[in-house]
């Protein structure tokens, strides 16, 4: 088994941003969703699409993807994603509607959390008060992992870890603009 960590082609693809600056804010709703359950009170969100970030971060304009960029912790899905991943998106977690009016996009919140990180194999740098600041080498009971295809760590409630069966589906698929970034594999 692997696991990978699922992220998103940000320097060839483009990126969705809030019309309203304030959903981003502090306290914002998608901030509050990250840490809390959704509870059926989600209200999307309108978003806009940026295609072209020259000279912001990006030497060049970017292409439409199915995975653009919009918040650290969450999967944004085109239509198309939602449509071809929906099998392996909803056991573990929400697909959630944005407005948006140059197309269909959805955020998906992973709800399955599973405490697999071996904290004592893994390497990683704390904060002063002894939370996770960052992982540099992830251990995994495998054990634990046995029916894991799409989750998060309570030692990182922003990484979204998959593992070979997800990376294996989604090849199937035509769908752009993600990567993944091996971080475990069993013996």
Request: proline share 6%; net charge negative; with cysteine.
């Amino acid at each position: 088994m692997k696991v990978f960590v699922f992220d998103i082609q940000v320097d060839y693809f483009q990126s969705l941003g809030p019309v309203d600056p304030k959903e981003f804010e502090q306290e914002s709703q998608l901030t509050r969703l990250l840490r809390e359950p959704i509870e059926n009170n989600w209200h999307p969100i309108k978003v806009e699409v940026i295609r072209d970030m020259t000279g912001v971060d990006h030497p060049f304009p970017q292409a439409v993807g199915d995975f653009p960029d919009l918040d650290p912790g969450f999967l944004c899905l085109s239509r198309k994603a939602a449509d071809r991943l929906r099998h392996l998106l909803l056991p573990h977690g929400k697909i959630l509607p944005l407005i948006c009016d140059e197309g269909e996009y959805y955020l998906y919140k992973v709800t399955t959390v599973i405490d697999a990180l071996d904290e004592e194999m893994s390497q990683f740098t704390r904060f002063s008060d002894g939370g996770i600041m960052t992982i540099e080498k992830h251990e995994f009971h495998p054990e634990r992992l046995a029916n894991a295809v799409i989750f998060k760590i309570p030692q990182d409630i922003v990484a979204i870890f998959v593992t070979d069966k997800f990376v294996s589906e989604i090849k199937k698929t035509d769908l752009k603009g993600y990567e993944f970034k091996e971080v475990w594999r069993s013996e």
